[in-house]
């Protein structure tokens, strides 16, 4: 008897890229619709990070600033480090309020160039469990659009957002609705914990 291994395609189960990008952009995503967005499956979130930097510092460039809220998750500047990406901090948490310094986290984003990468946390930042409120979100989407930043979207929490008391789909309409927003078209290389 000769045993036989299966392997999955290259980019990972389909059903499962389906489901991850109707849970991350929506049922109704357009952009599903259309054809746009493009997503693989990873070992772990510090792998997918790593296949993200990766295809950054390939396809769009090693020139590319990668910006990080302060704080962040501790793999995030080495990640990008590694792929050769400077990676730059922006504002985010107060110590004194236990809350967003949102002043400080738009002050800091005006200052990026386009072509940029802006990593945000999906939901449950990480590591301070504070995210932006939903008019919040409206105006980084806003800012984000008029500066052409890339967007970057970190969603290794998503899972404990379906434990939270107001579900899931509140929680989703900070990336879901991004696009409808009118951030315009995705960029080249869109995925689900990678590039919208």
């Known amino acids: 008897m000769v045993p ?26 357009k952009a599903i619709a259309e054809g746009r967005v493009a997503c693989c499956q990873s070992l ?39 792929a050769g990406l400077e990676v730059v901090k922006y504002s985010y948490f107060c110590a004194k309020t236990k809350g967003l310094d949102f002043s400080g986290m738009m002050a800091d984003l005006d200052k990026v160039s386009a072509g940029d990468i802006v990593l945000l946390h999906g939901c449950a930042h990480n590591p301070t469990g504070v995210d932006p409120t939903m008019e919040q ?37 900070a990336i879901a609705g991004l696009p409808r927003i009118r951030l315009g078209r995705p960029r080249r290389g869109c995925g689900v914990r990678a590039l919208l």
């Open 137 to 173: 979100w409206h105006k980084i989407a806003a800012l984000v659009k008029a500066k052409g930043v890339i967007p970057f979207f970190d969603c290794v929490r998503l899972r404990r957002i379906l434990d939270l008391a107001n579900g899931l789909s509140q929680n989703s309409t």
């Open 4 to 29: 036989t291994v299966e392997y999955l395609p290259i980019d990972g189960l389909p059903e499962f890229r389906a489901e991850t990008t109707k849970l991350i952009l929506g049922e109704d995503s």
């Open 44 to 82: 772990s979130g510090t792998g997918a990070l790593r296949l993200a930097a990766e295809f950054i510092a390939v396809n769009l460039g090693k020139d590319r600033r990668v910006f990080v809220s302060d704080p962040t998750w501790g793999n995030h500047h080495a990640i990008f480090a590694k």
